[in-house]
């Protein structure tokens, strides 16, 4: 059995992650589309920065929880029968024991020169980064996919995709894409698709099946 598993904020969200919809989609008062966006960093790099630096300065504060764990179980019994993307830029995921872990939309652990494009692990304050171990231009900005950029390893996921027999989605909304559309291409090519939500996602009318509740209570249960 072949699974694609896609997680979103609500897999952290017992972990103390706040979710996008949780704060009605507002940081400080500012839309996420206005910081988590490439003119953003252009216009006021201060800000996105000091965004960032507070959702990696709060991962200090936060543990994995039993959905995590679940899912780590799941990639120790399935190996590499398994694909775990996550939209989430936590490392929640690892910490719960997952090694594999596919993250679409950046890392907040990780920086990326905008200069040449190295990546370099980073746990502090952005601003006090050093130069780029690359280039040594003083060009590092999140490693973290914006609104309107490409989500990475795009081929990978759909080449997951094509060949998935089962797609579950676990603590998503649906409501950002390309991420959104992957139980439609799923369906397309003949996989058997699972919601695991607190509620039905904007897609869950995609779904086989849908589940919900906790991803405490129903990750753990489904995969165990
Ligand atoms: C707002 C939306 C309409 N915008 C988009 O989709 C745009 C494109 C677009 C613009 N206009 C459009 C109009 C129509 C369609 C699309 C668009 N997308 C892009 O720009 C993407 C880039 C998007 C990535 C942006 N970066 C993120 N994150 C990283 C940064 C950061 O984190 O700061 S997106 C970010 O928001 C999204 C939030 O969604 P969720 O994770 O689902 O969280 P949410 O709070 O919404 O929901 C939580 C859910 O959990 C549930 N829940 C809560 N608690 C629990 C619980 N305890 N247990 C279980 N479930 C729970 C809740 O019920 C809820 O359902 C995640 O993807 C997250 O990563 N790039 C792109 O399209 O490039 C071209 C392209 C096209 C095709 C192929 C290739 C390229």
Redesign the pocket.
Known sequence: MRIVVLT????S??SGVP????ADGLWEGHR??E??TPEAFVADPALVQS??DA?RAALAGVEPNP?HHALARLERALGEDLLLVT???DDLHERGGSTGVLHM??ELLSALCAGCAARSRWEGPLAEAPDCPGCGEAALRPD????????YQ?ERIFGALDAADLFVS???????????GFVQYARRRGARALE????P?DGTLWFNEARH????E?VPAWVD
């Open positions: 979103g904020a609500g897999i969200a017992e979710t996008f919809r949780d996420v589309e910081v988590a965004f960032y959702r959905a939209q989430n830029i939309h950046g973290v996919v914006w609104f309107g950029e490409v989500p795009m676990i603590g998503t909304s649906g409501a950002v894409y390309p991420a959104a695991l939500n607190l509620q996602s509740g906790p991803a405490s129903l």
